[in-house]
């Protein structure tokens, strides 16, 4: 009796352990719901396919800061409850925050609180993958004045392994650089971002995208008069060299100048994959708000109309917010996603477009009708592309029973949709919803995290395949028996093959693995597998239906272990 106790208790603890992704959509992987609120999640993806998701949280009184991180199957590599980053003292009203990924798969946070007085100060911490603090356990004060009000810190890991956190420093924007060991390398006085001063102007709000060369751009919005009503509303950018030297126009470039926007509103930026970056805002300059995009070279040269092209032409009656945009490399589109409501905002649904490297819409002027107008609303859109798909998210709000749902859509590039011809629906327990934030990482998976009312307000996360399902990654199957003693990749079957091939391999080990094909002349032409699996025999299938006929190897490796094999395509 007492064996059968101790193995019922190491079953029921490996359980809790070892919680994957989960293939039930109303279910979802609990990522934390424990006493108090869990709220204002972020999440970022890790280069094994895995992902870092940090939230604020209450159950201890006020809220402290803490943080998860999940491998590519959504098994927790953190504590169940997530590692508590902070628990200084925090302002009465939370202000947003952020975090990012850096090129050694570590954490960078950057969030505000009270520690230094009764201001709100902005603080960065670094935590390595396996949970050490490598900035201090306390982090690092970004600020160079404690009695000033800052806000809104956002991160941007540039391409030299270094860190940019931009925020809004009272009503100027301060900038700090941070080298992996933890050294603010401009210096404890941040750079500083200033508005016309003869105007009194006002900055706010940045974000940014990183470039070449260890440079970054940011983005932000400046204004007279008052917060609520403001005057001489404009979009500004600027790019920034690796010493922190404005490389485009002086003092900064002007986005948009037309006026018409609330200073309240947050614009948004994202990169193009081609270290430029594009730019969406609304704004209403002589009728209804309209969603505007614009995008930048990384050498300064704006590519659409000056103060950029409106996403729609919808007439004197239909009104247009929250734009998001997603850029698609191997075509050189950019696509935008946002809320359409009629004038007495009873109405919303979910409108896109896209646009041509030039800025020429290519959908109906009017935009496609991804979620036709209805009485439920949404919030936290996103997209992301990933080959010639893209990808968009959204938590909609039902109005009759005020429970959310969070949604997600693929279309391709004629704006058919994908995943059976439907809009998914990853987080379909009725409840009520808050804030979420999405992600795709290198195999197209996407990840969404979302505040979830189910219990007392907790963090939950789905995972969508790329073809669409959820759970375990697509195209791999656990073969089960014996656990192998050693590492093994074999041949492809069949081989030559058209357009399907299956390959088999083991693992001995829990252990980060990496299967991807290369083509004859050694470039990578697809990742198969890409994060940590356990022990076990797996096969995992190859659709070449997108590659042309040909020789072509694929390549295993796993620890020290390194297998490769050649493989045939005949169309």
Same mark, same amino acid.
């Given at each position: 009796?007492?064996?059968?106790?101790?193995?019922?208790?190491?079953?029921?603890?490996?359980?809790?352990?070892?919680?994957?992704?989960?293939?039930?959509?109303?279910?979802?992987?609990?990522?934390?719901?424990?006493? +108090?609120?869990?709220?204002?999640?972020?999440?970022?993806?890790?280069?094994?396919? $895995?992902?870092?998701? $940090?939230?604020?949280?209450?159950?201890?009184?006020?809220?402290?800061? !803490?943080?998860?991180?999940?491998?590519?199957?959504?098994?927790?590599?953190?504590?169940?409850?997530?590692?508590?980053?902070?628990?200084?003292?925090?302002?009465?009203?939370?202000?947003?925050?952020?975090?990012?990924?850096?090129?050694?798969?570590?954490?960078?946070?950057?969030? @505000?609180? =009270?520690?230094?007085?009764?201001?709100?100060?902005?603080?960065? !911490?670094?935590?390595?993958?396996?949970?050490?603090?490598?900035?201090?356990?306390?982090?690092?004060?970004? @600020?160079?004045?404690?009695?000033?009000?800052?806000?809104? /810190?956002?991160?941007?890991?540039?391409?030299?392994?270094?860190?940019?956190?931009?925020?809004?420093?009272?009503?100027?924007?301060?900038?700090?650089?941070?080298?992996?060991?933890?050294t603010k390398v401009w210096g404890n006085?941040?750079?500083?971002?200033?508005?016309?001063?003869?105007?009194?102007?006002?900055?706010?709000? /940045?974000? #940014?995208?990183?470039?070449?060369?260890?440079?970054?751009?940011?983005?932000?919005?400046?204004?007279?008069?008052?917060?609520?009503?403001?005057?001489?509303?404009?979009?500004?950018?600027?790019?920034?060299?690796?010493?922190? =030297?404005? %490389?485009? +126009?002086?003092?900064?470039?002007?986005?948009?100048?037309?006026?018409?926007?609330?200073?309240?509103?947050?614009?948004?930026? !994202?990169?193009?994959?081609?270290? &430029?970056?594009?730019?969406?805002?609304?704004? !209403?300059?002589?009728?209804? =708000?309209?969603?505007?995009?614009?995008?930048?070279?990384?050498?300064?040269?704006?590519?659409?109309?000056?103060?950029?092209?409106?996403?729609?032409?919808?007439?004197?009656?239909? *009104?247009?917010?929250?734009?998001?945009?997603?850029?698609?490399?191997?075509? #050189?589109?950019?696509?935008?996603?946002? %809320?359409?409501?009629?004038?007495?905002?009873?109405?919303?649904?979910?409108?896109?477009?896209?646009?041509?490297?030039?800025?020429?819409?290519?959908?109906?002027?009017?935009?496609?009708?991804?979620?036709?107008?209805? &009485?439920?609303?949404?919030?936290?859109?996103?997209?992301?592309?990933?080959?010639?798909?893209?990808?968009?998210?959204?938590?909609?709000?039902?109005?009759?029973?005020? @429970?959310?749902?969070?949604?997600?859509?693929?279309?391709?590039?004629? &704006?058919?949709?994908?995943?059976?011809?439907?809009?998914?629906?990853?987080?379909?327990?009725?409840?009520?919803? $808050?804030?979420?934030?999405?992600?795709?990482?290198?195999?197209?998976?996407?990840? *969404?995290?979302?505040?979830?009312?189910?219990?007392?307000?907790?963090?939950?996360?789905?995972?969508?395949?790329?073809?669409?399902?959820?759970?375990?990654? @697509? &195209?791999?199957?656990?073969?089960?028996?014996?656990?192998?003693?050693?590492?093994?990749l074999s041949q492809n079957y069949p081989?030559?093959?058209?357009?399907?091939?299956?390959?088999?391999?083991?693992?001995?080990?829990?252990?980060?693995?990496?299967?991807?094909?290369?083509?004859?002349? #050694?470039?990578?032409?697809?990742?198969?597998?890409?994060?940590?699996?356990?022990?076990? =025999?797996?096969?995992?299938?190859?659709?070449?239906?997108?590659?042309?006929?040909?020789?072509?190897?694929?390549?295993?490796?796993?620890?020290?272990?390194?297998?490769?094999?050649?493989?045939?395509?005949?169309?």
């Open positions: 009796m007492k064996k059968i106790l101790i193995l019922l208790l190491f079953v029921m603890i490996s359980g809790s352990l070892f919680a994957q992704w989960s293939s039930n959509p109303a279910v979802n992987l609990t990522v934390c719901d424990t006493t +108090g609120e869990q709220l204002l999640p972020k999440i970022a993806v890790t280069s094994d396919g $895995g992902c870092y998701i $940090g939230w604020f949280d209450s159950r201890s009184g006020g809220y402290a800061v !803490y943080l998860q991180k999940l491998n590519s199957l959504g098994v927790k590599q953190f504590p169940a409850g997530g590692l508590l980053i902070s628990n200084n003292p925090q302002s009465s009203s939370l202000v947003d925050w952020d975090l990012a990924v850096d090129d050694s798969n570590c954490c960078v946070l950057a969030f @505000t609180d =009270t520690r230094a007085g009764s201001s709100i100060n902005p603080y960065a !911490y670094r935590i390595s993958p396996t949970g050490q603090f490598l900035w201090g356990a306390n982090g690092i004060a970004l @600020t160079d004045s404690i009695n000033v009000y800052q806000a809104n /810190p956002k991160v941007i890991c540039t391409s030299d392994g270094n860190v940019i956190i931009p925020w809004q420093y009272n009503n100027k924007i301060g900038v700090q650089k941070i080298n992996k060991a933890g006085v941040p750079l500083m971002v200033i508005g016309n001063t003869t105007i009194n102007e006002k900055f706010n709000y /940045p974000c #940014g995208v990183k470039s070449d060369n260890g440079s970054f751009i940011l983005y932000w919005i400046g204004y007279t008069g008052s917060f609520i009503s403001p005057a001489n509303f404009k979009l500004y950018t600027q790019k920034y060299s690796a010493a922190g =030297t404005g %490389q485009w +126009g002086s003092p900064q470039d002007t986005i948009w100048n037309q006026g018409s926007a609330q200073g309240t509103y947050q614009p948004s930026i !994202y990169p193009d994959g081609n270290n &430029g970056a594009i730019y969406v805002w609304q704004s !209403y300059i002589t009728g209804p =708000t309209v969603c505007y995009v614009q995008r930048k070279n990384s050498s300064g040269v704006i590519q659409f109309p000056v103060n950029g092209s409106a996403v729609t032409n919808t007439g004197a009656t239909m *009104l247009n917010f929250a734009p998001a945009a997603s850029y698609m490399p191997s075509t #050189g589109e950019t696509f935008v996603f946002w %809320q359409r409501k009629n004038s007495l905002q009873s109405v919303i649904g979910v409108y896109g477009q896209k646009f041509s490297a030039t800025g020429t819409r290519l959908w109906a002027d009017s935009g496609l009708v991804v979620k036709p107008l209805d &009485g439920n609303s949404f919030a936290s859109l996103s997209t992301f592309t990933k080959d010639t798909s893209v990808m968009g998210y959204y938590m909609e709000i039902v109005t009759s029973g005020n @429970t959310g749902l969070a949604k997600a859509f693929r279309l391709n590039r004629d &704006g058919a949709l994908q995943w059976g011809g439907s809009i998914l629906t990853p987080g379909a327990y009725v409840s009520s919803k $808050g804030r979420m934030s999405t992600a795709i990482n290198a195999n197209g998976m996407s990840i *969404l995290a979302f505040q979830d009312n189910r219990v007392d307000g907790g963090i939950y996360a789905q995972n969508i395949n790329f073809n669409g399902t959820f759970g375990g990654p @697509t &195209g791999i199957t656990n073969l089960g028996g014996i656990t192998p003693e050693k590492y093994s081989n030559p093959f058209n357009p399907v091939t299956k390959i088999k391999f083991e693992v001995a080990k829990n252990t980060l693995v990496s299967i991807k094909v290369f083509d004859i002349l #050694g470039r990578e032409v697809s990742t198969l597998v890409n994060g940590n699996m356990t022990a076990g =025999t797996y096969e995992v299938t190859l659709n070449a239906s997108e590659l042309s006929s040909g020789v072509y190897f694929y390549k295993m490796t796993s620890g020290d272990f390194t297998g490769i094999r050649k493989l045939m395509l005949l169309k």
